[in-house]
Nanobody
Framework: QVQLVESGGGLVQAGGSLRLSCVAS????????MGWYRQGPGKQRELVALITSGGRTNYADSVKGRFTFSRDNAKNTVYLQMNSLRPEDTAVYYCYADRVAPTIRYWGQGTQVTVSS
């Protein structure tokens, strides 16, 4: 089992910045990929950024150039630095991890990000 705990959400004005953190615990060695998803009001959950086991990071087109996904392996923590925030970035942000053989997906509890115009 893997447990994920997010923090760092909040209310910010458009153009501002926030940094989300996600601490992983449990069977860390089994993790294949980690990432961030978000779900805005009335919308489906969507991928924001994902880092593969090989270290490649993929971003949604809507956040490229504004968001940066990083990790600190010593702290079992991943971060999402969000700059130039827009009202459309308002959503609950979820930390994500998965393992393979067998495939299991893990989710954090979510942290609310609200961007005011």
């Amino acid at each position: 089992q893997v447990q994920l705990v997010e923090s760092g959400g909040g209310l910010v004005q458009a153009g501002g910045s926030l940094r989300l953190s996600c601490v992983a615990s449990g069977n860390i060695g089994s993790i294949n990929t980690m990432g961030w998803y978000r779900q805005g009001p009335g919308k489906q959950r969507e991928l924001v950024a994902l880092i593969t086991s090989g270290g490649r990071t993929n971003y949604a087109d809507s956040v490229k150039g504004r968001f940066t996904f990083s990790r600190d392996n010593a702290k079992n923590t991943v971060y999402l630095q969000m700059n130039s925030l827009r009202p459309e970035d308002t959503a609950v942000y979820y930390c994500y991890a998965d393992r393979v053989a067998p495939t299991i997906r893990y989710w954090g509890q979510g942290t609310q990000v609200t961007v005011s115009s």
